[in-house]
């Protein structure tokens, strides 16, 4: 079965706001193959970008857009085309949004395999993958606090057992800090686990302060306190910190994410299948924090297709959980028609093949960049 297109599908609402709200615009691949059948991918980046990292013609060597790199190669061979991407880019990238790139097409090709061996992603990834996923609701900051009951309330009455606040005002007041993260904790009750997202906003320093402060509120982690790269500091926080530190969403290498686990010793790795190289890389991230005691938990802001693939991931994991947009956006909610259902903070996974999306293509065509 060979590759015989890969499709860049672009979408962008009509007004996108200077907000943390990455589902305002998004890009998936479709790749073709020579049978009809074709599978579906996400990537998480600055889509237009990335968008000519895919569609860019044939070049002189090792400049190619990834598409032309990949045509005509077999489907079923991923670790070829992984390979082939590496080198066919290498002037341009491995890394950044050439990786971002790559990960669409991976998971496009992981969702080939299961449709082609009938199974579901999951099951081909492992033997033990369960059909249950426990998933969290990811939701920014409001303005002020006492904006906060009603988002926390209809998220108790949906029967979320998790709930994530992130980024919005969070930062520069450490009295507004605290006071959203204790009306969260006041709306949500004792009984539900809630996670802050900081939103890189802090150096060490004021991290340590912050979680002097925000530790009687039984956070089950605080997410991205510094940058991302100062592997230094997550070491510090690490080991210092009462509460679980969670980081590396925004990381693209495996080397990176490497040494996010090995040095900075985060609790909480948060790969994102859109930008790490797909369900590829997420195996080897998974085996290592599995070595050294680190809980997987995808990170997953975009459209069905990356909530599918986080869910299928999350699903071989040995403590399963991924974060569930709540975003708003019609490119969060309606793009992708799938059948994951959602109960009691709970996602049941089909035995649909492959990842079981598909795209709804009035949604599709009203947001389409041409
Ligand atoms: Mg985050």
New binding site residues.
């Given amino acids: 079965m060979k590759i015989t297109k890969v499709e860049a599908l672009h979408f962008r609402l009509p007004v996108v706001r200077e907000i943390a709200d990455g589902t305002q615009d998004c890009l998936l691949v479709q790749v073709h193959t020579d049978t009809g059948i074709t599978g579906l991918g996400e990537i998480v980046s600055c889509s237009y970008v990335a968008r000519a990292v895919i569609e860019a013609p044939r070049s002189a060597p090792f400049r190619h857009g990834l598409g032309k790199i990949v045509e005509g190669m077999s489907a079923g061979k991923i670790d070829l085309a992984t390979q082939a991407m590496i080198d066919g880019s290498i002037w341009y990238g491995p890394g950044g949004v050439v990786r971002h790139a790559m990960s669409g097409i991976d998971m496009a090709l992981w969702d080939i395999r299961g449709k082609i061996s009938d199974q579901p992603v999951r099951n081909l990834l492992s033997q033990t993958a369960v059909d249950r996923v426990p998933c969290y609701a990811s939701v920014l900051w409001p303005n002020r606090p006492e904006e906060i009951a009603v988002s926390a309330e209809s998220f108790l009455e949906q029967g979320y057992k998790s709930v994530k606040y992130?980024w919005g005002p969070m930062g520069p007041d450490a009295a507004l800090d605290e006071s959203l993260v204790a009306s969260a904790r006041e709306a949500l009750g004792t009984e539900i686990d809630l996670m802050v997202?900081a939103g890189r906003v802090w150096d060490v320093e004021t991290a340590h302060s912050r979680i002097e402060q925000l530790k009687k509120y039984n956070l089950c982690w605080l997410?991205?306190p510094l940058n991302p790269y100062d592997i230094k500091g997550y070491k510090e926080l690490s080991a210092n910190s009462p509460i679980p530190i969670a980081s590396g969403?925004m990381l693209t290498l495996q080397k990176d994410l490497k040494q996010l686990i090995i040095q900075g010793k985060v609790s909480v790795v948060q790969p994102d299948l859109g930008r790490i190289g797909g369900f590829s890389v997420a195996q080897e991230i998974g085996l290592l924090a599995q070595e050294t005691g680190s809980w997987t938990v995808p990170?997953a802001f975009g459209t069905g297709v990356l909530l599918a693939a986080s869910a299928q991931w999350a699903a071989t994991r040995q403590k399963p959980l991924t974060e569930f947009t709540r975003a708003s956006s019609p490119l969060a909610q309606e793009l992708v028609l799938h059948d994951i259902t959602f109960k009691d903070g709970m996602l049941t996974l089909s035995n649909a093949p492959g990842m079981g999306v598909t795209l709804n293509n009035h949604i599709a065509e009203k947001y389409r960049v041409s």
Wanted: hydrophobic share 0%; proline share 0%.
């Fill in positions: 992130g997202d997410e991205e969403e990170h």
